[in-house]
């Protein structure tokens, strides 16, 4: 059958490609997947049970229900975030179809989006299938890999229509403060950018609380603040996520939700609204766990002569690797069993680097690590 051409000429998720030759392998211990190894907390799980036990099987509103609309936009308050929850919150199937619906919607086909890297894999693509042509912004070690007001005009997005990023970032773990967004910001007011800002790991900073790019002064009405389930609630599977945005966008973005989605997993929206109002001690648990485990594979790294960037949010380090870092990981997979994902699968600026996910246990983390020592040796 006929395959349309901008599927076509989509190369597959570097990522996938890797974890088809980490499944095929015996013993594999991966540091791959950019999911949490725990389970969604129970009380959680328990309100998706008990919902289903009612029978609340049906469609939910288009944008999702009230209650949990309320719960999101009373969740994020704590940012300093302040949305409507009738007009400025749509209940997305997870994150990943927030970021499909903001390029779809709010991207012409033609137009220009900026896409720092190394970042999260899914932009470049959305912003194909919506039409668009991708501009690459690299950013840099040496700048914590945060995304600057100097990045963004090297690499002339001035002429952007778009830009989408996501601090705490996948896949380096960097996080951008206040005083870091306040250029991009200016940047994106002056070429009248509309931003799309990934803020799926808020939740899972390790120094300071996270900031919203949307509380610096005229940002609120140019972006769409991305969030989701997935990560601070151990909730990949359930499938919820949100946007928030101006009212005219989110009825733009529940347009195309409306005619493709209809609403949102109706248990997952359950179990979110649970885990928004009780779940906060399991958060922090698992908050906890990624602060060790961050603490212990970044002084692992270091005691093996790896050069790694201390990161402060999401749950991955990303260390500079000796050579070539498909050629790097794929050696390592065979000899040692472990995976873990090259860095250039995220882009410019990634290449030399790995991803390494510690959303995995201590245990493996301790021999995960020991591998890697004996295959520098
Ligand atoms: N954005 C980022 C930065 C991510 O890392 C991920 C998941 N790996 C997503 C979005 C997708 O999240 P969801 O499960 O909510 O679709």
Redesign the pocket.
């Known amino acids: 059958m006929k395959v349309a051409e901008r599927v076509r000429e989509t190369p597959p998720s570097g990522i996938r490609e890797f974890f088809e030759l980490a499944e095929a392998a015996d013993d594999v211990i991966s540091l791959g997947v950019?999911?949490p190894d725990f389970s969604a907390p129970w009380a959680a799980r328990e309100a998706a049970i008990d919902a289903l036990e009612r029978g609340r099987t049906s469609y939910t509103a288009n944008r999702g229900r009230a209650d949990l609309r309320r719960g999101i936009t009373d969740h994020v308050a704590r940012y300093d975030l302040d949305y409507d929850p009738e007009k400025e919150v749509l209940v997305t199937?997870?994150?990943?179809?927030?970021?499909d619906l903001a390029m779809r919607a709010l991207v012409d086909p033609g137009d220009t989006v900026a896409v720092p890297q190394p970042?999260?894999i899914?932009y470049g693509p959305t912003a194909g299938f919506a039409g668009a042509e991708v501009l690459p912004v690299p950013t840099r070690a040496e700048d914590g890999f945060k995304l600057t007001e100097r990045a963004l005009r090297e690499a002339g997005a001035a002429d952007a229509d778009a830009l989408i990023y996501?601090y705490p970032?996948?896949p380096t773990g960097a996080v951008m403060d206040h005083a870091d967004l306040r250029p991009v910001a200016a940047f994106a007011r002056e070429h009248d950018l509309t931003v799309f800002a990934?803020e799926?790991?808020a939740a899972l900073t390790y120094g300071s609380e996270h900031d919203s790019i949307a509380t610096l002064p005229g940002m609120a009405e140019r972006t769409v603040v991305?969030g989701?389930?997935?990560?601070a609630y151990a909730?990949?599977g359930l499938?919820?996520?949100y946007a928030l945005a101006p009212p005219e966008a989110v009825e733009a973005m529940t347009r195309i939700h409306q005619y493709t989605m209809l609403s949102a997993p109706t248990t997952a929206q359950f179990a979110g609204l649970e885990a928004l109002r009780s779940c906060e001690g399991a958060v922090s648990e698992m908050h906890a766990a990624y602060d060790r485990r961050r603490r212990y594979t970044l002084s692992r790294f270091r005691e093996m002569g790896l050069d790694c960037f201390e990161a402060e949010g999401?749950f991955y380090a990303f260390p500079e690797c000796p050579g070539d870092d498909e050629a790097f990981a794929e050696a390592l997979l065979a000899e040692e069993g472990v995976a873990v994902v090259p860095g250039s699968a995220f882009g410019e600026g990634g290449a030399g680097h790995l991803r390494v996910s510690y959303a995995t246990g201590m245990d493996d983390l301790r021999e995960a690590t020991a591998r890697i020592e004996r295959f520098l040796d």
């Open positions: 950019g999911e199937t997870g994150a990943s179809e927030a970021v970042s999260y899914s996501c970032n996948n990934d799926i790991y991305i989701g389930f997935s990560k909730m990949t499938r919820l996520g999401a």
